[in-house]
């Protein structure tokens, strides 16, 4: 079965330490989409891609990066671990049409401290 | 820019009684979607239902339904004869038409309890 997989599932780092967060999906989707979940502001976009070498900043992008150099991983990349970037981080997926279903990962809890 | 509103954090209900979740959103676009998101204590984001914004009919699934008022920019989720497994947060999402804009504009969600 088709699926999106987030690694590491819980994270603690240090702040001002770089930190990548893996996401895999297995629907050959082209677009991909990194959200954070903080209380109270339900969740964020942080980036996203519509296809291999395409990326764009969303709502909340400062702080981050991602890469896309192939359909099936959008890693997403902290540079410098702020205690502000606590958070949880989803991942989601989904195909071009915008009526279509977006499928989230199963999330990764990222611990600053 | 879109935004979308929940103005209940908390609601509860009793099992097997009928409870109604609210949201609102603010767009200036004609086409676009309106999803119900629910994360149970899992984290796991589970799609509910979804609306058309060109459909007047309201979309159901099964105990799950929505009373769509596109003038006044309402969302409103009833979960019919509650159960214990639809405690959860509950998140309203806006997603626009066009195929440029696929991400989702999520409100801040509604924490449900139900209670036995």
């Known amino acids: 079965d088709a699926e999106i997989t987030q690694s590491p599932r819980h994270k603690i780092t240090e702040t001002g330490r770089q930190v990548t967060l893996a996401c895999h999906q297995t629907w050959n989707h082209n677009n991909m989409f990194w959200y954070r979940q903080d209380l109270g502001h339900g969740l964020r976009l942080i980036h996203y891609s519509y296809g291999v070498q395409d990326t764009n900043k969303g709502e909340v992008s400062d702080g981050y990066s991602v890469s896309r150099s192939n359909t099936e991983d959008l890693p997403l990349t902290l540079e410098s671990a702020a205690s502000s970037q606590t958070s949880v981080y989803f991942c989601a997926s989904s195909s071009l049409s915008a009526y279509n279903e977006q499928f989230f990962g199963p999330g990764t809890r990222l611990t600053v401290l | 820019a879109q935004t979308v509103t929940q103005s209940q954090p908390e609601m509860s209900v009793q099992e097997a009684e009928t409870v109604t979740l609210s949201c609102t959103y603010d767009?200036?676009?004609?086409?676009?979607?309106l999803f119900w998101y629910k994360q149970p204590p899992s984290r796991q984001m589970i799609l509910v239902i979804r609306q058309e914004a060109y459909k007047q009919q309201n979309a159901t699934e099964n105990r799950f339904s929505v009373n769509f008022q596109k003038a006044a920019k309402s969302f409103s989720l009833k979960i019919s004869d509650s159960q214990l497994g639809d405690a959860a947060m509950y998140f309203c999402a806006y997603r626009s038409g066009n195929n440029a804009g696929n991400m989702l504009t999520f409100g801040g969600g509604t924490r449900l309890m139900v209670k036995p």
């Open positions: 767009t200036s676009e004609s086409d676009y979607y």
